[in-house]
């Protein structure tokens, strides 16, 4: 805080407060950010014209349909609508997928209810890994 000195009162130097902000410093970096962007602005833009030809990608074939495991909040092990136990999860995945696919490359959906126990979730994680699937993703609800 500031200090000014008057010579009004009873001593020879008397302090008062003074409450006011000395906004110079703070216009004086406004001015100079602003001068930057100023400059900058122009620099940024693409100021070279090419007609670019349209993007048609040709129509793709149909994706794979995609493998989901379930985990209910008993442990219970769902592949698809297909029932599994944790020991035979590698087995049978690779036969839901089937020879046709390769089965290291597929990418796994998990879907586990909110009340499933940390390591019934961790137990099919590993099971996974083991049997090469590293590709995971997980499910959530969408709350729109």
Do not use: C, H, W
Not at 72 to 78: A, S
């Amino acid at each position: 805080m500031a200090a000014k000195l008057s010579s009004s009162g009873g001593g020879r130097y008397q302090e008062t407060q003074n409450a006011e902000i000395n906004v110079t410093p703070f216009v004086d970096v406004m001015l100079v950010l602003l001068i930057i962007f100023m400059v900058a602005a122009p620099m940024a833009a693409v100021t070279v014209k090419v007609a670019l030809p349209p993007a048609v990608a040709p129509p793709g074939t149909n994706p794979p349909k995609p493998i989901y495991i379930s985990i209910q909040p008993n442990g219970g092990l769902f592949i698809q609508d297909f029932r599994t136990d944790l020991p035979s999860l590698g087995d049978d995945l690779r036969t839901q997928l089937g020879a046709v696919r390769n089965p290291t490359k597929e990418r796994i959906f998990i879907r586990a209810d909110k009340d499933t126990l940390y390591g019934d979730f961790m137990g099919v994680m590993n099971m996974l890994q083991d049997n090469g699937f590293y590709s995971v993703a997980l499910v959530g609800e969408d709350n729109n």
